[in-house]
């Protein structure tokens, strides 16, 4: 388990800046191709963290069940993100199919969903930091919702907020793994 702690905090640490620094790129120059490609790739990264952070704290059915909303919802709005920053920025002002917009909407509702009840589970196992885990209850839901407003320096603002707390929720882990490290030597040098 020492691997998936490890694994996510490194992965949730690259989510959190490759969303926190393009934001605030594009607080100057708006959205580019590179910063859109940057930020298309982070979801990817935030999966094992997602998982990390679960394995850290206590089982329960409220924490259960928001790891698997969070789960589905940031394969669906992961995908989403994909698709929208490295493919469609590059085809300029599609008009999408109503089912397409449909679908999206409904992608980032079951993330933003995920992400509050992650984020009370992650608040009542008092298992990591509260005011990253607040940022993830109410920001990240606000941040997927405010994916289809136009780029200004409030939704820039809300990519550094967003990647930083997932970088502090990383960086929390460190306390985690190493505890668990040393349980484990302690552990075999017993036997």
């Known amino acids: ?6 694994f996510g905090a490194v992965c949730g640490a690259l989510s959190g800046l490759l969303i926190a620094i393009p934001g605030a790129v594009e607080a100057v120059t708006g959205e580019t191709a590179v910063t859109s490609l940057v ?6 990264l935030a999966a ?6 679960h394995l850290t704290q206590p089982r329960t059915r409220l924490g259960d069940v928001a790891y698997a909303v969070n789960t589905v919802g940031l394969g669906l ?9 490295i493919v469609v920025f590059h085809l300029g002002a599609p008009v999408l199919a109503a089912p397409t917009r449909v679908v999206l909407l409904v992608s980032a509702l079951v993330f933003a969903v ?20 607040w940022a993830y209850a109410v920001a990240l839901p606000v941040f997927t919702l ?6 200004t320096v409030l939704t820039s603002g809300l990519h550094v907020v967003v990647g930083g707390s997932l970088v502090w929720l990383a960086l929390s882990l460190r306390t985690r793994y190493g505890a668990q490290a040393a349980t484990t030597a302690h552990v075999t040098s017993a036997s």
């Open 1 to 6: 388990m020492n691997f998936l702690l490890r």
């Open 39 to 44: 930020i298309g790739v982070s979801p990817a």
């Open 48 to 53: 094992p963290l997602l998982t990390a952070l």
């Open 77 to 85: 709005f992961g995908a989403a993100a994909y698709a929208l920053n």
């Open 114 to 133: 995920g992400c509050v009840l992650f984020g009370v589970a992650m608040l009542r196992a008092k298992a990591h930091p509260p005011v990253p885990a």
């Open 146 to 151: 405010a994916a289809r407003l136009p780029d």
